[in-house]
């Protein structure tokens, strides 16, 4: 898995931190350097062992994983939540978790948590002092939607398109439902991954996955037909050589 990960866990239960620390014994490349049982220890220890992962229990006395975060404005560390509670999903891949796990944690599912580091989402600590939330996602990860008092949350692979919608943006999802973001489409491309996703015009990201076909227009332009998408969308004169490179 590259280099040796230092990991401190994050929990009330004291049972809970022994047994995670039991399944993270066979993986060589995690060592737990300490354990804390709420906020203001675990933030004695971010600062004394400067750990660069941290399994975060979201409910705790007093405050809880969010609100550890929140004090940590510059992160340092990839987070895995690990909890009781999958309704905190929603807002866990909103400050860029590595994974969410649930308790009791599988031994098979924290494997596959842990490989997340091996493909594509370690970075340097100067990167990461730069803003953790503007991370690559991966197609497996969750994205938190949230429109007026709506919320769900889609996986990255699921994502249809996104178009732009004034400084803001809609995201389609494969099931037909939309949901406008604050974030612009900008921000969506930088953070998407690029060999699912391409930007079709300044206006539309598309997931090549679900492109149709593509027909062309007058001008070296055309239109994207995209499965789930009853309207065309239109492609740039500059973007088009390299969405049909995407086709062979």
Known sequence: MGALRRALL????RLARAELRELLGIHPAVQVVGEADGVDAALAQLEALKPDLVFLDVQMP????????ARVPERAFDVVFVTAYDSFALRAFEVNALDYLLKPVHPERLA???SKLEHGREQTAEARAQ??????LLEDDLLFLEDGAKSRFVRVAQVVAVC???DYSEVVSADGQRTLSP???KEWEARLPEKSFARIHRSALVNVAFVERVERGPGGGGEVFVR???EALPLSRGHAAS???RFG
């Open 10 to 13: 994050v929990d009330d239960e």
């Open 62 to 69: 007093g405050a809880g994983g969010f609100e550890l975060l």
């Open 112 to 114: 596959r948590t842990l």
């Open 131 to 136: 803003g953790a939330a503007r991370a690559k």
């Open 164 to 166: 732009g919608a004034g």
């Open 183 to 185: 974030r612009p489409l």
């Open 228 to 230: 789930g998408l009853r």
């Open 243 to 245: 969405l049909r490179s």
